[in-house]
């Protein structure tokens, strides 16, 4: 713990797995208090058992990012069991690349669904909150793909760029807020489990060879945290150090 200056109340969407698993385990182990939300309650149970048996503090609610109540309910129970929230972590995102020809309309719209509309909705269910507290942090997680397009993600860096559109504009209008929006290169998860489009996914394949581990982005998102409160690191990219 000896970069944490205070422990902090932090939620974390899309926590059952890859990235959203790694950020909790290692701020948990660092002395912070999670709340963490997705629609695997299975895997949130087991992630908050195994981290609260080594003491640390763990809760876990059933969430569902493109259901705004249903964000706002997981914010409201932060309040209600800790009295503030200092940092929300929209993690929560999909990934059915594809190419545009194959319309896989369905897959757009349930990344539009998640990818953006879920970072609007945590950002709405928190905002109140840190305007009244007159602080707190809001990390939202886009893509190496929100810095430029690749074939088969014409669709999913379109939410990672509306990702990078958001905090931006959010840092801009609140002075009092911290806000971090981080690019991860291609990183170890269940991500490409879900891409259906067999071009997409022979193309990940090759993108898999130097994929970075979900460690490494949880570290740099413990860092971004765990920085002065008045020291904003507004964009943070992680790429592997070998490239294809």
Same mark, same amino acid.
């Given at each position: 713990?000896?970069?944490?200056?205070?422990?902090?109340?932090?939620?974390?969407?899309?926590?059952?797995?890859?990235?959203?698993?790694?950020?909790?385990?290692?701020?948990?182990?660092?002395?912070?208090?999670?709340?963490?939300?997705?629609?695997?309650?299975?895997?949130?149970?087991?992630?908050?058992?195994?981290?609260?048996?080594?003491?640390?503090?763990?809760?876990?609610?059933?969430?569902?990012?493109?259901?705004?109540?249903?964000?706002?309910?997981?914010?409201?129970?932060?309040?209600? $069991?800790?009295?503030?929230?200092?940092?929300?972590?929209?993690? !929560?995102?999909? /990934?059915?690349?594809?190419?545009?020809?194959? #319309? =896989?309309?369905?897959?757009?719209?349930?990344?539009?669904?998640?990818?953006?509309?879920?970072?609007?909705?945590?950002?709405?269910?928190?905002?109140?909150?840190?305007?009244?507290?007159?602080?707190?942090?809001?990390?939202?997680?886009?893509?190496?793909?929100?810095?430029?397009?690749?074939?088969?993600?014409?669709?999913?860096?379109?939410?990672?760029?509306?990702?990078?559109?958001?905090?931006?504009?959010?840092?801009?209008?609140?002075?009092?807020?911290?806000?971090?929006?981080?690019?991860?290169?291609?990183?170890?998860? $269940?991500?490409?489990?879900?891409?259906?489009?067999?071009?997409? !996914?022979?193309? /990940?394949?090759?993108?898999?060879?130097?994929? #970075? =581990?979900?460690?490494?982005?949880?570290?740099?998102?413990?860092?971004?945290?765990?920085?002065?409160?008045?020291?904003?690191?507004?964009?943070?990219?992680?790429?592997?150090?070998?490239?294809?």
């Amino acid at each position: 713990m000896s970069e944490v200056t205070r422990s902090k109340v932090i939620l974390v969407t899309g926590a059952s797995s890859g990235i959203g698993e790694s950020t909790v385990k290692t701020l948990a182990r660092q002395g912070h208090t999670l709340l963490i939300g997705a629609r695997r309650t299975d895997k949130l149970k087991t992630l908050a058992e195994e981290l609260n048996s080594e003491g640390f503090k763990v809760n876990y609610r059933l969430l569902d990012v493109t259901q705004k109540d249903s964000v706002q309910q997981f914010a409201d129970f932060a309040i209600k $069991e800790y009295g503030r929230i200092d940092v929300i972590i929209n993690n !929560a995102g999909i /990934m059915p690349l594809s190419l545009m020809s194959s #319309l =896989k309309v369905n897959e757009w719209d349930a990344m539009i669904d998640v990818n953006i509309r879920g970072v609007l909705h945590g950002i709405a269910a928190v905002l109140p909150v840190m305007q009244q507290q007159g602080n707190g942090q809001i990390i939202n997680l886009s893509s190496i793909g929100g810095l430029y397009v690749v074939p088969t993600a014409a669709v999913y860096c379109a939410t990672k760029y509306a990702v990078r559109a958001i905090s931006d504009g959010l840092r801009q209008e609140h002075t009092e807020l911290r806000v971090t929006c981080v690019y991860p290169g291609v990183v170890e998860s $269940e991500l490409a489990n879900t891409i259906t489009d067999p071009t997409a !996914a022979k193309a /990940m394949e090759s993108y898999r060879q130097i994929a #970075l =581990k979900p460690e490494a982005i949880a570290n740099a998102i413990a860092h971004v945290i765990n920085q002065p409160d008045d020291v904003d690191t507004s964009e943070i990219v992680i790429r592997p150090t070998v490239s294809l």
